[in-house]
C-alpha cells in the first residue's frame, strides 16, 4: 500500500495534509508577527531610553548650569591665570556630586573648546570640542547626541551640552552619561519579550493546532465520504457542518451523491426491467419454435404461429429501438432542431395515420379543425410525442369511446391537451406513469404488450424542447395528457 502511494506520488515530496498546512501556516504568520514586534518594541524601546537620557541629561545640565552661574557669580570657576583655585575646587566638588547621584559626568571647555574641568575618567583632558559643536551652542542651542564627540570621550556616551558663564569668560558646560546603560535596558527587554512570545507562541500554536483541526475536519469528512463514494458506495453521505462555504460544498456534495444513488437504483431497476422486458416474448418465442420442433403444434398452424413470433420479434425490436433514442436524448447526442411551426399539423397527421384503427374502435375524435396556433419546437420530436400519447389513448379507449384535442395559446407558451374516455389510470400509479418501463394495468391484462418507454420518451422530448407534461385521471371515466411548448411567431 506504501508502495503503491509512492508510485502514485511519483517520488515527489510527502504531501502534507489540510491541517497540517493550515497550522504551518498560521505558525509561520504568527512566527513573523512576533519577530516584528519584537523588532518595533526593540526601536520603540531605543528611542524611549534616548529621550529619557536627553531628559536626564538636560536635567542634570541645568543643576549644573544653575551651580556654575552661581559660583561663576564669585569669581572665575576654571583654572586659568588669575583663576581663584579655592572656588574651582568648589565648583568641580559641586559637579561631582551630578556624578554620584545621577552617574552622568560632567566637563567644562573653555571658550576655544579646551578641556578645562572634568569630573569622570573618561574624558581626555587634551581633546578639543569640535567646531561644529561650539557653533551650533554658540548660537543659543543645546546639543544632545550619542558617541564620542570626536574621541573627547574614551567610550561613547550620550552627551548634553551649552554654552555658559564661567565668571569673566564664556565657556561650555557638558553632561553625558554612558551608552552601555542602553545595553542593559534593551537586554532586559528583550529578555521580556523573548519569554513573553515563547509563551504566546505555545498558547497560540495550541489554538492553531485547535481551529486548524476544527477548520479541516469538515473537509476530511467529505474526503473520507468522497473516497467512498468513489469506491462504489452511493450512500456515503458528508456532514453538513463548518463555515458557511464548507457547508455548501458538503451540501452540493451530498446533493450529487443522491443523484449518484439515484442514478444506480435507476440503472439497477433499468436493468431488471430490461431483463423482464426481453425475456417474455424471447420465452415465446423459444416456446413456438420449439412447439414446431417437436411436434406440439400440428404444421397446420404454422403459420398463425409463426405470425405470432414475428410479432413478438418487432416487439424486441421496437424495445431495443425505444431503448437507444432514450440513450441518445438523455446523453445529448440528439440535440433536436426547433423552428416555427403549426402544432396543428402535427395533430392531424399523427390522427389520420391512426385513422384505421380509430375506425376499428369505433372512437369519435373530438376538437380537430383550428389551425395557425404556432409553436416553438423540432417537428420530429413533437410528432414522436403526440403519437405515442395517441397510441395510448387509441388502446386504452373502450369501443364508442371519445378522444379530445385542445390546443390553447397561455402567454409564451402553448397547451396542448389529448383526453381520452376509460378506464383512467389509478391515482397512485400517476406519479410514475412517466417512469421507464412502468405499466399500471399489467394486472389487470389489458393492452400489456407495450414496453413502457413510450411516455418517458415524451417527457424526455417535451423536457428537451423546453416545456412540462403531466397526467390526470378520474378513474372510470377518462385520462388527460398536457403538454407545453414554446410559443413561435405567428406568420
Not at 113 to 130: F, Q, R, Y
Not at 276 to 302: C, N, Q, V, W
Not at 315 to 336: C, F, H, P, W
Not at 460 to 475: D, F, H, N, P, R
Amino acid at each position: 500500500m506504501c508502495r503503491a502511494k509512492k508510485e502514485e506520488n511519483n517520488g515527489a515530496a510527502p504531501l502534507r495534509s489540510v491541517s497540517g498546512e493550515v497550522f504551518a501556516t498560521f505558525a509561520s504568520l504568527l512566527l513573523v508577527a512576533l519577530v516584528l514586534m519584537c523588532m518595533l518594541q526593540t526601536g520603540l524601546s531605543c528611542a524611549y531610553f534616548a529621550q529619557e537620557r536627553k531628559s536626564a541629561l538636560t536635567a542634570v545640565l541645568d543643576g549644573a548650569t544653575a551651580m556654575a552661574e552661581t559660583y561663576a557669580s564669585e569669581g572665575n570657576i576654571v583654572t586659568l591665570p588669575g583663576g581663584d583655585n579655592e572656588l574651582v575646587e568648589r565648583a568641580k566638588t559641586g559637579f561631582e556630586l551630578f556624578n554620584t547621584s545621577s552617574d552622568a559626568l560632567v566637563f567644562v571647555a573653555d571658550r576655544d573648546g579646551n578641556i578645562l574641568m572634568h569630573t569622570g575618567k573618561d574624558v581626555a583632558e587634551s581633546a578639543k570640542i569640535p567646531q561644529n559643536l561650539q557653533e551650533e551652542m554658540d548660537s543659543g542651542k543645546d546639543i544632545f547626541l550619542m558617541g564620542t564627540m570626536d574621541d573627547t570621550l574614551h567610550d561613547k556616551y550620550y552627551i548634553a551640552g551649552r554654552r555658559v558663564n564661567l565668571g569673566g569668560s564664556e565657556g561650555y558646560l557638558f553632561a553625558a552619561t554612558p551608552v552601555h546603560a542602553l545595553a542593559v535596558y534593551i537586554r532586559s527587554i528583550l529578555t521580556m519579550l523573548l519569554l513573553s512570545s515563547a509563551v504566546i507562541l505555545i498558547v497560540c500554536g495550541i489554538l492553531c493546532m485547535v481551529l486548524a483541526r476544527r477548520i479541516t475536519w469538515p473537509i476530511e469528512q467529505i474526503s473520507q465520504a468522497a473516497k467512498r463514494l468513489g469506491g462504489g458506495d452511493f450512500t456515503a453521505r458528508a456532514p453538513v457542518t463548518g463555515c458557511q462555504e464548507l457547508a455548501d460544498f458538503a451540501t452540493t456534495f451530498n446533493n450529487m451523491a443522491g443523484r449518484l444513488q439515484n442514478i444506480d437504483n435507476s440503472r439497477g431497476q433499468f436493468m431488471g426491467n430490461i431483463a423482464h422486458e426481453l425475456r417474455t416474448p424471447m420465452t415465446s418465442i423459444k416456446g413456438f419454435i420449439d412447439g414446431m420442433l417437436d411436434g406440439t403444434i400440428p404444421e397446420s398452424e404454422y403459420k398463425h404461429y409463426l405470425g405470432v413470433v414475428s410479432q413478438e420479434t418487432g416487439r424486441l425490436a421496437r424495445l431495443v429501438q425505444n431503448m437507444l433514442d432514450i440513450t441518445k436524448l438523455e446523453s445529448g447526442e440528439v440535440k433536436g432542431t426547433p423552428k416555427n411551426y403549426d402544432i396543428w399539423s402535427t395533430v392531424t397527421d399523427v390522427v389520420l395515420s391512426d385513422e384505421r384503427r380509430i375506425e376499428d374502435g369505433k372512437i369519435d375524435i373530438q376538437g380537430l379543425g383550428p389551425t395557425g396556433t404556432m409553436v416553438y419546437a423540432d417537428p420530429d420530436f413533437i410528432h414522436q410525442v403526440v403519437y405515442n400519447i395517441v397510441d395510448n389513448a387509441i388502446k386504452f379507449t373502450p369501443p364508442d369511446g371519445v378522444i379530445k384535442f385542445d390546443i390553447q395559446q397561455e402567454n409564451d407558451m402553448v397547451r396542448v391537451t389529448i383526453e381520452n374516455t376509460g378506464d383512467g389510470i389509478a391515482p397512485d400509479a400517476l406519479p410514475f406513469v412517466f417512469e421507464r418501463f412502468y405499466k399500471e394495468d399489467r394486472s389487470r391484462g389489458l393492452n400489456t404488450r407495450g414496453s413502457g418507454l413510450g411516455l418517458h420518451i415524451c417527457k424526455v422530448l417535451i423536457t428537451l424542447s423546453g416545456g412540462q407534461i403531466k397526467a390526470e385521471s378520474e378513474m372510470g371515466k377518462w385520462c388527460r395528457f398536457t403538454f407545453t411548448l414554446p410559443a413561435g411567431k405567428t406568420e
